[in-house]
């Protein structure tokens, strides 16, 4: 049998999803420990998207195969049970076997939260990204717009990235005001490694006003990352969605990255 999982996890103590060598801490090994467990044999689990050191989600999907006859409720308590307090299961559901969390998925989403006030934000240190000085949202939303569509991203690549090739199709690229907070919100057929970092990097070049929105293109048409700004730092990103076709019946992900519905604090007077 195939079950699909949705899962959340904060990342800041995480050397990301995959798994490492021994004793560098990676979100896989501790699901696919409290898996086992539940299932009483070896699991083995297949993500949709593997996140970076310190990077979160909000709504990760894996899918892995089992023996065991256990129902939905009994996989979500029982790994939960057998997870770290920074790891939880939000749901569980049979699949068919065509389905592959990675490669089933049309598209996948990423929320950058960025305190934008004049300090730093201790009670969300790791959670937010933090930048102290006033930014411009209408100029990075315009110059975002130049991002949208199939392109060759090899701009915004990190110089380690493994992709067969930079070609990605970008459908979302939004700036939101939300108070103290500006979020990035991005969705593309598939990411390359730092993709959604060193957009926010660039943006921000354009949001401190250093840059006019229509560099953002002269950068993507360029193809080479030392055009672009720095990369971000991880704190702030989240994998906030997975799409897939309807047919497999998957619980739809969060509207909103949950830590914006508790973040306040005083912005610029």
Known sequence: MRIALGIEYDGTDFCGWQTQAAGIRAVQPEVETALSRVAAHPVTVHCAGRTDTGVH??????????????NARSWILGANANLPPDVG???????????????????????????NRRTRPALWRGKVSWECRALDVAAMA???????????????????????????????????????CIVFRVEANAFLQHMVRNFVGT??????????????????????????????????????GVRYAPHYGLPPPPTQCPLLASYDGPAFD
């Open 142 to 180: 315009e110059a975002a717009r130049h991002l949208l569509g199939e392109h060759d991203f090899s701009a915004f690549r990190a110089q380690g990235c493994q992709a067969k090739h930079p070609i990605r199709t970008l459908h979302r690229l939004d700036v939101v005001a939300m108070p103290p």
């Open 203 to 240: 943006l921000l070049e354009v949001g401190r006003g250093r840059q006019p929105p229509s560099w953002v293109a002269e950068v993507l048409a360029g193809r080479d990352r030392r055009l672009a700004g720095m990369t971000a730092p991880p704190d702030g990103l989240y994998l906030s």
């Open 89 to 115: 299961v939000l749901w569980a559901l049979p699949v068919p076997d065509d389905f592959h969390a990675r490669f089933s998925a049309h598209a996948r989403s990423y929320d950058y939260v960025l305190s």
């Open 57 to 70: 989600a909000t709504y990760q999907v894996v899918h892995f195969e089992t023996s065991a006859a256990r």
